[in-house]
């Protein structure tokens, strides 16, 4: 069975579920930052899962890249998995701007997050779930 | 017409030309650390392939990466695009161990590369050509 991994639950903020990925936002407001974290038990590494979960994956980290250009016309969007800290496979889509707090640097390990005021991050949620219930993914 | 950028070019050697992808070696032997470069022109972004190329590239990274898992036996591998940097689309794939310069931070703006001596060098792209010949991709 699947389950979050308590280290992204308590870092992010659910958002949708797609085809393959529970969508999370990430709970630093320095970054338009989006987690895919695909719904199956116990996988590590995005070469560990099933060969259409891949495809899958690709396909929902576009759309997420596709909206978050939409949304905030970045210089760059980052895209990876890593899991060093938190072992569960979770891929990153992440806005980046040339003026953001760790250009040209990774996200990863920069600095401290500051989390959102809930207002602005449940307008942001808000506004991201109905993007994704337009895209119909 | 695809040309790679020129510092791709300065940071890695050429190990193999696959479907899709021109693969290389950074040149950085702290890490097993290869580089996926998709040979299509003036692409900086996934999302902004082809849908067929977004496929092939990632079966290409996860042959990439279950080489290196079997060649290195990584407590992770990392895989992902940045492009702050360097502009054309190149998709990392890096064997990750608990004991590295970096861990658990991202290998990207890291501390300095060393450069491999050249007999390394060589040696490690003659069994990577080798492997990946076998491997048909």
Known sequence: MFLLHPQLKADTFFVAKLQ????????DSRFSWLI????REDIKAVHRLEENDQLTLIRESSAV????TAMTTPDRINIGALGNVVS???WHVVARSQSDAC???PVWGCGERIPYVVQERERLINRLQNEFSSLGL
């Open 20 to 27: 393959l990925c529970e969508l999370r936002l990430m709970d």
């Open 36 to 39: 895919l974290v695909p719904q």
């Open 65 to 68: 890249s596709n909206l978050l």
């Open 88 to 90: 569960q496979l979770h």
């Open 103 to 105: 250009w040209p640097g």
